[in-house]
């Protein structure tokens, strides 16, 4: 993958819906979310579920992702 890496503060980030164990370093990003957690909206049987952790930080880049190892 191209483009150039951007290193944003860990204190940058915000939750909405935090989970009960996450883990957040400057090195990585470890979220455990509980069964029945999801984000699922528009679906064609009509089903929602809006209850899932969000993790959010703001950014002024056009394109931003970030990706990880297992």
Request: aromatic residues 16%; neutral net charge.
């Amino acid at each position: 993958m191209g483009g150039k890496s951007l290193k944003i503060k860990v204190t940058e980030w915000y939750w909405i819906r935090a989970p009960r164990e996450y883990e957040i370093t400057d090195e990585k990003i470890k979220i455990v979310t509980e069964p029945g957690t999801d984000l699922w909206q528009r679906t064609y049987y009509h089903f929602r579920n809006d209850n899932a952790p969000v993790l959010q930080v703001k950014t002024t880049e056009k394109n931003f992702f970030f990706c990880g190892e297992d």
